[in-house]
Nanobody, 124 residues
Framework: QVQLVESGGGLVQAGDSLRLSCAAS????????MGWFRQAPGKGRELLGV????????YSADSVKGRFTISKDNAKTTLYLQMNSLKPEDTANYYC?????????????????WGQGTQVTVSS
């Protein structure tokens, strides 16, 4: 079992940076692949990126490549999402998720564990 709690969301201006954190509980955190999703009002869920249990990047969405970076600290059992050059279209609820397997398909990856989400609002 893994429990995930996101933090770090808030209201920022376009061009600002923000770092989200996802604190995980459970001794087996280091064995899970971890990812960040987001969902904007009226839109579908979007997978932003996935890192392997080792921290190796497995997937990064084109929509945020070069602006968003995912990292994983197994010692602190925390996943991070560093977001730079934020745009109003980045406004969404951001979720972290964990799963033992990465199937290589960003449209069909269904993690077993989810956080409750943290809201990010970017004003223009």
């Amino acid at each position: 079992q893994v429990q995930l709690v996101e933090s770090g969301g808030g209201l920022v201006q376009a061009g600002d940076s923000l770092r989200l954190s996802c604190a995980a509980s459970g001794r087996t955190f280091s064995r899970y692949h971890m990812g960040w999703f987001r969902q904007a009002p009226g839109k579908g869920r979007e997978l932003l990126g996935v890192v392997a249990w080792s921290g190796l990047s497995l997937y990064s969405a084109d929509s945020v490549k070069g602006r968003f970076t995912i990292s994983k600290d197994n010692a602190k059992t925390t996943l991070y999402l560093q977001m730079n050059s934020l745009k109003p279209e980045d406004t969404a609820n951001y979720y972290c998720a964990a799963h033992a397997v990465w199937n290589g398909d960003p449209k069909r990856w269904e993690p077993a564990y989810w956080g409750q989400g943290t809201q990010v609002t970017v004003s223009s």
